[in-house]
């Protein structure tokens, strides 16, 4: 499975035959257990955000934890949660640098590459890959139940 991830801001610059490219999108692969220390740590920290807000009385009534999630809904539920974004982000840093983003499909998302990436494309990635992979069939159980 694979997702395509249009970045907002145009920042996203890498090489490709001697020219400097400004790339369009990144595209999304699925997880194999080589990335399974970030994978399980991302979706631990969705859970627990998950968790956190299932009792408030504000998730309750807008049936928040009910919708379904997209990127921006599982990024915003972790920033209101005592999880720690920073290692979040960072854990997706090491993610999609680790094979599992391509540059326009074609190059590895290397993390100097990232480091153009601009904030709000690494959150709203990072919240797309968690909707599209790593919750994908556990939010699907979810509201089986």
Known sequence: MEVLYTLQDKTVLYAKDGDEIAAEFVQLVAPSSKQLK??????????RALNSLQGSAEAKEDGAVEKE????????????SDVDMYLVLLSAIELFSSGVALVDGEQKFTKPIMET??????????????VNFTLASALAKMKKA
């Open 117 to 130: 990436l601009s904030a709000d494309d690494l959150e709203l990635m990072t919240g797309t890959y968690l």
């Open 38 to 47: 970030h994978t399980t740590f991302l979706k631990q920290s969705f859970f």
């Open 69 to 80: 999630m997209e990127a921006s809904d599982v990024m915003a539920m972790l920033s209101m």
